[in-house]
């Protein structure tokens, strides 16, 4: 079918550019774009798509002539040796996803299956690192998803128990579903399946501390790249600031920090730029949107404690997305 399609727009793309093309061109354009349309349709290309696939999970793959004893078999991926192996009948082997070094992003590699010597099956697989986002700092990941590669993972270290905001941006046109785990083994506990097609957001409440493996799923719609944020009630360490300061001289009333992309601005974040009104705050509004994750610092000059709480959490009082917002507030 993946082959089908390729050669169908490969050849409206000729038929097309025959009827534009002038005699005696030497225009290489079309080759490119050719050679362009190729490597995307083969850009996340596998044999093997596992429903988790990244380290330490249970991974199941099809053949043929799997008999014998697990001690007879062995495994690997990416060059590296899977444990774990159980031949579940003559056409189906499980085994342990290995750790393969120098991958941060969902990768087609090599795998073998050798029974006493002889080589069963040579092709490949999808790995999917799980590489690790530091809650409330920003990070450069951006990861694709498609209907044939639908996962990918992150690692994320809860330090201690709180409310936890999940927000992915950044893209258009799928509909993107959040679970996580928290072992490789352990069973997927949902997060977020909303119907939304370029963002989704999830506020946990509250996530235990503890390690878990968060996953990004392609549930419909077209091939995307995404960035994903994750924060907590302390706020976001800022890439961007937008402070608000009251004209009459009283001071800021209003700062928002942006969790993007970028590299953190710490010395132009609101905590250091108001760094005479810190001991007048009254409260942090930590909120998703189709931009990311924005914390948004409230001021006595303006926004008493509850006033300030209200606004955050209330729809219609000026924030967004108030049902998955986070309230901090400062005594």
Request: charged share 15%.
């Amino acid at each position: 079918m993946k082959i089908t399609k390729l050669m169908l727009t490969i050849f409206l793309f000729l038929v097309v550019f025959s009827n534009c093309k002038k005699s005696k061109s030497d225009d290489t354009t079309p080759t490119f774009l050719l050679l362009y349309l190729y490597q995307q349709s083969n850009a996340d290309f596998a044999d093997f798509y596992p429903e988790l696939g990244f380290p330490g999970t249970k991974t199941t793959i099809t053949g043929s002539d799997f008999i014998g004893s697990a001690s007879d078999y062995t495994i690997t991926v990416g060059g590296i040796s899977a444990t774990g192996i159980t031949p579940v009948n003559a056409s189906t082997i499980q085994f342990t996803m290995p750790e393969l070094s120098g991958y941060n992003d969902n990768t087609t590699v090599n795998i073998t299956v050798t029974r006493s010597g002889t080589v069963l099956l040579s092709k490949t697989i999808r790995y999917r690192p799980a590489v690790e986002i530091t809650v409330n700092q920003p990070n450069s990941i951006v990861r694709a998803l498609s209907s044939r590669d639908t996962s990918s993972f992150f690692k994320v270290v809860v330090g201690s128990s709180a409310d936890h905001l999940f927000n992915a941006y950044g893209y258009a046109g799928a509909n993107l579903d959040f679970y996580y785990l928290t072992s490789p083994t352990s069973s997927v506990t949902t997060v977020a399946t909303s119907s939304a097609t370029d963002t989704e957001f999830k506020r946990v409440t509250p996530l235990a501390a503890g390690t878990y493996y968060f996953q990004v799923k392609h549930i419909s719609g077209g091939n995307v790249s995404y960035k994903m944020s994750i924060a907590n009630s302390d706020g976001v360490v800022a890439t961007s600031t937008n402070n608000n300061v009251n004209s009459n001289g009283a001071g800021s009333y209003l700062c928002y920090d942006s969790l993007g992309t970028g590299s953190a601005n710490v010395a132009g974040s609101c905590d250091v730029i108001n760094a005479a009104d810190v001991a007048n705050r009254t409260g942090k509004c930590t909120y998703p949107s189709t931009g990311g994750i924005t914390t948004r610092t409230y001021y006595g000059n303006g926004f008493q404690t509850s006033y300030a709480q209200f606004t955050c959490l209330t729809a219609g009082n000026g924030s967004m997305n108030e049902s998955e917002s986070i309230f901090k507030a400062f005594p």
